[in-house]
């Protein structure tokens, strides 16, 4: 299975399955100053920790600011056997459509 890439509009189906979880990528004050409800913040520096913790049977939904960065670390990880979504344009695009 290969790297999943998802729009902000399907973000909230995502979230309501149960195996899925939403990761934001950015720093903690980007994090701070507006993230997706749900999201759970890991900076890009503490991702290799969280994933080493994290099952493969989960479907995690990467997010980072413009969506370049959580595309990286998705393909990073799917080719690790994980299932791995980016959310295309990142939380911009996210602010963008529900937040304007």
Known sequence: M?????????????????????????????YMRFHING?????????????????????YIFCCQHGSLSLQEGKRYVRKGYQICSLAGGVLAYRQTFHR
């Not at 149960?18 to 934001?24: E, F, G, H, W």
């Open 2 to 30: 290969g790297l999943c890439i998802i729009g902000a509009r399907d973000i909230k189906d995502y979230q309501l399955r149960k195996n899925a979880i939403l990761i934001d990528l950015r720093d903690s004050e980007e």
């Open 39 to 59: 999201a759970v913040n890991v900076p890009v520096e503490e991702l290799e920790q969280y994933m080493k913790r994290a099952s493969r049977n989960r479907n």
